[in-house]
């Protein structure tokens, strides 16, 4: 088993700049990444990292966030800039380890015009 712990989420005015921080209990050699859930849409990737050093981005943030890894720290973190109104969700840390899925509690972003 994997627990997830996400924290950074929160309020912010748009074009303003937020670091989510995922912490995973255990070392995580496969795929890390961030998702999104808006109220009544289906949840969206944000961004995976990749244990070769490879990123992917969804078009709608492409530009704005950067997804970074230190797998001495167990951690993912997601560096938003940019932000708009249409970024307000709540925000999942995943990660993929032999076989199974894991999911984060989640963490509320939320950006006011």
């Keep these: ?15 303003g700049s937020l670091r989510l921080s995922c912490v995973a209990s255990r070392s ?7 998702f999104r859930q808006a109220p009544g849409k289906q949840r969206e990737l944000v961004a995976t990292y990749t244990t070769l050093g ?5 078009a709608s943030v492409k530009g704005r966030f950067t997804i970074s890894r230190d797998n001495a720290k167990n951690t993912v973190y997601l560096q938003m800039n940019s932000l ?7 925000y999942y840390c995943y990660a993929y380890r032999y076989g199974s899925d894991y999911w984060g ?4 972003v939320t950006v006011s015009s």
């Design 1 to 15: 088993q994997v627990q997830l712990v996400e924290s950074g989420g929160g309020l912010v005015q748009a074009g």
């Design 84 to 90: 708009k109104p249409e970024d307000t969700a709540v």
């Design 54 to 58: 490879r990123t992917n981005y969804a």
């Design 105 to 108: 509690q989640g963490t509320q």
């Design 28 to 34: 995580i050699s496969s795929a890390m990444g961030w």
